[in-house]
């Protein structure tokens, strides 16, 4: 059973900065793709960054050159780095894994950029 928990989400300033957190169990983390996707009301869930065991990234376009993704294998972390946050960043930001054929998601942290 992968468990998968968030952290790191709350309320930033336009130009500010976050770095989320996913904690993996239930799996051998260092083997495995980990992602994270954002969904705001109204819009189907976005994919914003993956990063491969290998530690390939890629992003998508909108947060290209202000997010990065990372993992520590001997913490079984991965993180994403936010900075140079806009109003449209605001989200609920899921950590995701594919795992043995099966999609595993945490609960979500929730971003909001307001002033």
């Known amino acids: 059973q992968v468990h998968l928990v968030e952290s790191g989400g709350g309320l930033v300033q336009p130009g500010g900065s976050l770095r989320l957190s996913c904690a993996a169990s239930?799996?051998?983390?260092?083997?495995?793709?980990m992602d994270w996707y954002r969904q705001t009301p109204g819009k189907q869930r976005e994919l914003v960054a993956t990063i491969t065991a290998g530690r390939t990234t890629v992003y998508a376009d909108s947060v290209k050159g202000r997010f990065t993704i990372s993992r520590d294998n001997a913490k079984n972390t991965v993180y994403l780095q936010m900075n140079s946050l806009k109003p449209e960043d605001t989200a609920v930001y899921y950590c995701?894994?594919?795992?043995?054929?099966?999609?595993?998601w945490g609960q979500g942290t929730q971003v909001t950029v307001s002033s």
């Open positions: 239930g799996m051998i983390f260092s083997l495995y793709a």
């Open positions: 995701h894994t594919r795992y043995r054929l099966n999609d595993s």
